[in-house]
Every structure is written in structure tokens, then in C-alpha cells.
T-cell receptor, first 111, second 114 residues
Framework: GQQLNQSPQSMFIQEGEDVSMNCTSSSIFNTWLWYKQDPGEGPVLLIALYKAGELTSNGRLTAQFGITRKDSFLNISASIPSDVGIYFCAGFTGANSKLTFGKGITLSVRP | DVKVTQSSRYLVKRTGEKVFLECVQDMDHENMFWYRQDPGLGLRLIYFSYDVKMKEKGDIPEGYSVSREKKERFSLILESASTNQTSMYLC?????????????FGPGTRLTVT
């Protein structure tokens, strides 16, 4: 089946630093998504990308839909302590109406 | 605000028990989903439902069943719980007309099977 690759499993950064996360797939997706899960909560949609090459921002977050439609990245600038959590990428083809999630990256921010 | 609630935040059950996990949403959403979340594996879809009494298998339905008798409630059933079903279970919903990826998630139920 389709798989999304996110690595490393954990990242540790200093408050104020920028961080970038990548997500790759062997399959093409029509929509790329980034979710964040706060500790003890369910995931929340951060950014949705609909077109190859698209670059979208949401506050300090910037995400891009790769030209090949097989990858995406998420950048967080000037990190703050509340950025801690698990960041999931997800892909959607529409064909089978299911989301495919990556394994997630746990982000820790040191004050 | 959309609210998706799950009956328990933490649950401990014994091997072989029948377990019911309940999910309720208050926004009249047609689509509801059950996922399990395991470290290093991400979220995996167990079952989903497009409407009352309708269900579709997800990627890992084995050992699970579901029930959707009312639009607002989607139940996940472990017929005979096993230790490998120890996991975090997440319910989600989305209305018809919105893209299926715009899912609203509940807070999760952490199930331990001993």
C-alpha cells in the first residue's frame, strides 16, 4: 500500500530556531496535508496543499507541495515552546477516500 | 466549535474481554472514522462510515468491528481484546461536502489490554 516516510522520529531544537521537516512517498498524491498533535489531544490540520509546487504559509509555518507530487516539506520559523508536539504529514488521492499518514515527528523545543 | 468526544481517555481491559469504544460528534457530520495510533507507525485507519448503518474497512480492520446506529455516534468494538490491541484510539468526523481530509479528531482513548 501507499506509505509516507517521515524521519527522524524525534527532533530537538532550541527556542527561536527554525526547523524543517520532510515527507516523501513512492506514490503520487493530489493533496498534501500537515497535522499537529498536541500532547493528550487529537491531531489538528495545520496546512493543506492542493497543487504541485504550491507554497503556503500559516503564521510561522510554511509548507510546500513538491513538484513531483511525491514529497512535501514543512518549515517552522522562530520556534516557541508551544510548538512541541507530533507533526504528521498526510496524503490524499481522492481515489479511495482515505488519508495516508506518515509516522510522525515528535518535536521538542528547549527554552 | 465542532466537538468530537470519546467515552474514555484511559481504559484498562483484560485479554479476551469485549471492549466498546464510543465516539460522539455534535455537528451532524456524515463521515466518521476510527484510527489507531502507535509510536513509530503513525495513524492507521481501522474503519470508517459515510452514513448511518454504513461502514467500510480501513487498512487494519482485523480484530475490530464497528456500529453506527445513529448519525452522531460511531462505536468501535473489540470482540475479544488481545494485548496487541493496546494502543491509542482516535475517532474523527467530517461533514459531507467538505474534503475528507478536513477531519476533526477527538482527544483519543488510550487502551491497555493486560
Amino acid at each position: 500500500g501507499q506509505q509516507l516516510n517521515q524521519s527522524p522520529q524525534s527532533m530537538f531544537i532550541q527556542e527561536g530556531e527554525d526547523v524543517s521537516m520532510n515527507c516523501t512517498s513512492s506514490s503520487i498524491f493530489n493533496t498534501w496535508l500537515w497535522y499537529k498533535q498536541d500532547p493528550g489531544e487529537g491531531p489538528v490540520l495545520l496546512i493543506a496543499l492542493y497543487k504541485a509546487g504550491e507554497l503556503t504559509s500559516n503564521g510561522r509555518l510554511t509548507a510546500q507541495f513538491g513538484i513531483t507530487r511525491k514529497d512535501s516539506f514543512l518549515n517552522i520559523s522562530a520556534s516557541i515552546p508551544s510548538d512541541v508536539g507530533i507533526y504528521f504529514c498526510a496524503g490524499f488521492t481522492g481515489a479511495n477516500s482515505k488519508l495516508t499518514f506518515g509516522k510522525g515527528i515528535t518535536l521538542s523545543v528547549r527554552p | 466549535d465542532v466537538k468530537v468526544t470519546q467515552s474514555s481517555r484511559y481504559l484498562v481491559k483484560r485479554t479476551g474481554e469485549k471492549v466498546f469504544l464510543e465516539c460522539v460528534q455534535d455537528m451532524d457530520h456524515e463521515n466518521m472514522f476510527w484510527y489507531r495510533q502507535d509510536p513509530g507507525l503513525g495513524l492507521r485507519l481501522i474503519y470508517f462510515s459515510y452514513d448511518v448503518k454504513m461502514k467500510e474497512k480501513g487498512d487494519i480492520p482485523e480484530g475490530y468491528s464497528v456500529s453506527r446506529e445513529k448519525k452522531e455516534r460511531f462505536s468501535l468494538i473489540l470482540e475479544s481484546a488481545s494485548t496487541n490491541q493496546t494502543s491509542m484510539y482516535l475517532c474523527a468526523s467530517t461533514p459531507q461536502g467538505l474534503p475528507l481530509y478536513e477531519q476533526y479528531f477527538g482527544p483519543g482513548t488510550r487502551l491497555t489490554v493486560t
